[in-house]
């Protein structure tokens, strides 16, 4: 019995540390890909705030029927906002 004990705890072991090995190499490759977003974020950040001040200008610029699209646009915003949160 000691010794099937003995055996269970190695193995034990020797699992865990395969874990933390594993668990490392995952937060490192976690923390690459964060740094690659960060770089993406001041590159896209531009592009996207043009891209939104177009769209303005096109809905706030246009007839009556623009500033209603612009209406449910900004609704569905914020619903998707709300959802996000949940």
């Given at each position: 019995?000691?010794?099937?004990?003995?055996?269970?705890?190695?193995?034990?072991?020797?699992?865990?540390?395969?874990?933390?090995?594993?668990?490392?190499?995952?937060?490192?490759?976690?923390?690459?890909?964060?740094?690659?977003?960060?770089?993406?974020?001041?590159?896209?950040?531009?592009?996207?705030?043009?891209r939104?001040?177009?769209?303005?200008?096109?809905?706030?610029?246009?007839?009556?029927s623009?500033?209603?699209?612009?209406?449910?646009?900004?609704?569905?915003?914020?619903?998707?906002?709300?959802?996000?949160?949940?």
């Amino acid at each position: 019995m000691r010794e099937a004990l003995a055996k269970l705890d190695d193995m034990r072991r020797a699992e865990g540390k395969h874990l933390v090995e594993e668990l490392r190499e995952r937060l490192a490759r976690i923390g690459g890909l964060a740094e690659e977003v960060r770089g993406l974020v001041v590159t896209l950040r531009p592009a996207f705030a043009r891209r939104l001040e177009t769209r303005l200008k096109e809905l706030l610029g246009g007839p009556r029927s623009s500033r209603r699209g612009l209406r449910r646009e900004l609704r569905c915003l914020r619903n998707a906002a709300i959802s996000a949160k949940n």
